[in-house]
């Protein structure tokens, strides 16, 4: 379902892309509004899908933890409502006044952003309607990291599609009298429905949650609990994602001298190339708060087993859609965009820029995935944040030179490089962090996928060149590059240390596991207790790993 689900919100994505692109074209106008949503953009990453997300997910496991263990003795002491006590009006009062402030720093934002932007006005107008967004997407990503701690993963999966379906409809309904400025107000409807989607599933959690009859009476421990918004806490995994979403600040500062377009070109080529991460992350995403459980009941083994099966698995799906990105680029563009206001010289440059693009895509997925090893502790560290300051600094010190001699193809080569560099300390520091991945391992796999990938590509583009109209190219390039991918994986040596992907996307759910028709082996044994309900149990021991890890569903049963 969460497959099924974020596929259609990426179409929609897609779909919203296509109908700016022929509404409003790649212009000045475009610019304007890009340079507003740049503060969705960035509140996406800082509230729905990192900071709040590597906060409060384990946040939320180890108080579900404590419930299982029974450590509480009254309704008032009950660790999860203590904790969204402790927490949610803290965090609804912050970021109520951010956004209040930024409506009313619009220009001064807008300047800082974009000094040569062609239109400020229009930018200004387009970033007070979206600074909204602040609020509900803190909302938005607090019921989603608690939702997933509960093992819900539907509405969160549905928060894109309902996202996306705002802003569509806005555009639809005001474009005639607002202009692109209906986009940005598309963005405060659809922040709305985001939140709409998930509150009503976390409101029945919180109330069906057991409580154990009061036995004494006791104060509610939702000051402790709301330590995690402690400044000491929550600023490496703050830092860490100021400093990742800040290279699309970078990007849009470069590229705003550029001619008029080019900041339009970075943003296609940018939505279009990532769609393979944004798929290849869903897996790290699902699989996120069985870490941080199998942390919290102290079993690195399990957690360091998924991780390492999670991040081969996202370098497959993301190095598949790579090599079909970076072959049929031109054809992807003129298929999608090529219409109304977007013309033949538009699809070559967001080709161009598409293409470079993808070429850091491998390692912006082992950023998204390995930060979850460092942050499912805790007590957040400050290395992920050190090491994507050091690709930060890589992206801007190499993207001014780019800017100047390849214009908006050399701001996405430095962001290629900036991010894989971060990628690359990552995994170095990995095995020193909560979760012990083996690094060489893993280096040595990721390898072999990448040079299986360079050969998918090259057949891809043979292809994507051959085949005239646009629809069969894309779809030949895509099925051609996916065979000779999985062709030279499987005959590459020590192929099958990678995880086998039909046994890794089917899992057995506690309700599954009631009906298995016989135990396993480690639960038939003679005098062998099974394991307490919602205990994670190691793997290669009680589950294997492509059979995966049971949430804590113990007290529905």
Not at 13 to 27: E, K, N, S, T
Not at 287 to 301: I, K, M, N, Y
């Given at each position: 379902?969460?497959?099924?689900?974020?596929a259609?919100g990426?179409?929609?994505?897609?779909?919203?892309?296509?109908?700016?692109?022929?509404?409003?074209?790649?212009g000045?106008?475009?610019?304007?509004?890009?340079?507003?949503?740049?503060?969705?953009?960035?509140a996406?990453?800082?509230?729905?899908e990192?900071?709040?997300?590597?906060?409060?997910?384990?946040a939320f496991s180890r108080a579900?933890?404590?419930?299982?263990?029974?450590?509480?003795d009254?309704?008032?002491?009950?660790?999860?409502?203590?904790?969204?006590?402790?927490?949610l009006?803290?965090?609804?009062?912050?970021?109520?006044l951010?956004?209040?402030?930024?409506?009313v720093a619009?220009?001064?934002?807008?300047k800082?952003l974009?000094?040569?932007?062609?239109?400020?006005?229009?930018?200004?107008d387009?970033?007070?309607?979206?600074?909204t967004?602040?609020?509900s997407?803190?909302?938005?990503?607090?019921?989603?990291?608690?939702?997933?701690a509960h093992?819900r993963?539907?509405?969160?999966?549905?928060?894109?599609a309902a996202y996306?379906?705002?802003?569509?409809?806005?555009?639809?309904?005001?474009?005639d009298?607002?202009?692109v400025?209906?986009?940005?107000a598309?963005v405060?409807?659809?922040?709305v429905l985001?939140?709409l989607?998930?509150?009503p599933?976390?409101v029945r959690?919180?109330?069906?949650?057991?409580?154990?009859?009061p036995?004494?009476?006791?104060?509610?421990?939702g000051?402790?609990?709301g330590?995690i918004?402690?400044?000491?806490?929550i600023?490496?995994?703050?830092?860490?994602s100021?400093?990742?979403?800040?290279?699309?600040?970078?990007?849009?500062f470069?590229?705003?001298?550029l001619?008029?377009?080019a900041?339009?070109?970075?943003?296609?080529?940018?939505?279009?190339?990532?769609?393979p991460?944004?798929?290849?992350?869903?897996?790290?995403?699902?699989?996120f708060?069985?870490?941080a459980?199998a942390l919290?009941?102290?079993d690195?083994?399990?957690?360091?087993?998924?991780?390492?099966?999670?991040l081969?698995?996202?370098?497959?799906?993301?190095?598949?859609?790579?090599?079909?990105?970076?072959a049929?680029a031109p054809?992807?563009?003129?298929?999608?965009?090529?219409?109304?206001?977007f013309?033949?010289?538009?699809?070559?440059a967001t080709?161009?820029?598409?293409r470079?693009?993808?070429?850091g895509?491998l390692g912006?997925?082992?950023?998204?995935a390995l930060?979850?090893?460092?942050?499912?502790?805790?007590r957040?560290?400050w290395?992920?944040?050190?090491?994507?300051?050091?690709?930060?600094?890589?992206?801007?010190?190499?993207?001014?030179p780019?800017a100047?001699?390849?214009?908006?193809v050399?701001?996405?080569?430095?962001?290629?490089l900036g991010?894989?560099?971060t990628?690359v300390?990552?995994?170095r520091?990995?095995?020193?962090?909560?979760?012990?991945?083996?690094?060489g391992?893993?280096?040595?796999?990721?390898?072999?996928?990448?040079?299986?990938?360079a050969g998918a590509?090259?057949?891809?583009?043979?292809c994507?060149v051959a085949?005239?109209p646009?629809v069969?190219a894309?779809a030949?390039?895509?099925l051609v590059?996916t065979c000779?991918?999985l062709?030279?994986?499987?005959?590459?040596?020590?192929?099958?240390?990678?995880?086998?992907l039909?046994?890794?996307?089917y899992?057995?759910?506690?309700?599954?596991?009631?009906?298995?028709a016989?135990?396993?082996a480690?639960?038939?044994?003679?005098?062998?207790?099974?394991?307490?309900?919602g205990?994670?149990?190691?793997?290669g021991?009680?589950?294997?790993?492509?059979?995966?890890?049971?949430?804590?569903?113990?007290?529905?049963?």
């Amino acid at each position: 379902m969460t497959a099924g689900l974020t596929a259609v919100g990426a179409v929609l994505g897609l779909v919203r892309d296509q109908i700016l692109a022929g509404y409003f074209g790649a212009g000045a106008a475009t610019d304007a509004f890009l340079v507003a949503w740049t503060v969705p953009e960035f509140a996406s990453t800082l509230l729905i899908e990192d900071a709040m997300a590597l906060i409060l997910v384990p946040a939320f496991s180890r108080a579900l933890a404590r419930r299982g263990d029974g450590a509480f003795d009254s309704a008032l002491d009950d660790p999860v409502r203590a904790l969204v006590r402790g927490t949610l009006p803290r965090l609804t009062l912050t970021v109520g006044l951010a956004a209040a402030v930024l409506v009313v720093a619009a220009p001064l934002l807008v300047k800082a952003l974009a000094p040569g932007l062609p239109d400020p006005a229009l930018a200004v107008d387009c970033t007070r309607l979206t600074a909204t967004c602040v609020l509900s997407f803190a909302l938005v990503g607090y019921c989603s990291a608690a939702l997933r701690a509960h093992g819900r993963f539907l509405p969160p999966a549905m928060i894109y599609a309902a996202y996306n379906v705002g802003i569509i409809g806005t555009i639809l309904v005001l474009r005639d009298p607002w202009g692109v400025r209906s986009a940005a107000a598309g963005v405060a409807v659809g922040g709305v429905l985001m939140v709409l989607v998930q509150a009503p599933s976390l409101v029945r959690e919180l109330r069906s949650g057991p409580v154990p009859p009061p036995v004494r009476a006791s104060a509610p421990r939702g000051g402790q609990d709301g330590r995690i918004l402690v400044l000491g806490l929550i600023a490496p995994v703050v830092a860490f994602s100021l400093c990742r979403q800040s290279q699309t600040l970078i990007e849009r500062f470069l590229a705003s001298p550029l001619p008029a377009g080019a900041i339009s070109h970075l943003n296609y080529a940018q939505k279009i190339a990532q769609l393979p991460m944004i798929l290849s992350l869903m897996l790290c995403t699902v699989s996120f708060p069985v870490v941080a459980r199998a942390l919290a009941a102290g079993d690195e083994e399990t957690a360091r087993h998924r991780v390492e099966r999670d991040l081969l698995l996202a370098a497959v799906v993301v190095l598949v859609g790579a090599a079909t990105v970076i072959a049929a680029a031109p054809r992807i563009v003129e298929l999608l965009f090529e219409r109304g206001e977007f013309g033949g010289s538009d699809t070559t440059a967001t080709a161009a820029v598409m293409r470079v693009y993808a070429l850091g895509l491998l390692g912006q997925t082992m950023v998204g995935a390995l930060v979850r090893c460092y942050f499912s502790a805790a007590r957040p560290l400050w290395y992920p944040a050190a090491a994507m300051g050091a690709g930060l600094v890589t992206t801007g010190v190499a993207g001014v030179p780019g800017a100047q001699h390849w214009g908006a193809v050399g701001i996405a080569a430095a962001n290629a490089l900036g991010i894989t560099l971060t990628a690359v300390l990552l995994l170095r520091g990995a095995h020193r962090q909560s979760v012990p991945v083996r690094a060489g391992r893993l280096g040595a796999g990721l390898l072999r996928l990448a040079a299986a990938g360079a050969g998918a590509t090259g057949a891809g583009w043979a292809c994507s060149v051959a085949i005239g109209p646009a629809v069969p190219a894309v779809a030949v390039a895509a099925l051609v590059a996916t065979c000779v991918f999985l062709l030279l994986l499987a005959c590459a040596p020590e192929a099958s240390g990678l995880p086998s992907l039909p046994r890794s996307a089917y899992r057995r759910t506690p309700h599954a596991r009631r009906h298995r028709a016989e135990p396993s082996a480690a639960e038939a044994a003679p005098g062998k207790e099974p394991p307490p309900a919602g205990r994670v149990a190691p793997v290669g021991k009680a589950s294997p790993v492509g059979g995966d890890v049971p949430l804590d569903h113990g007290h529905r049963r």
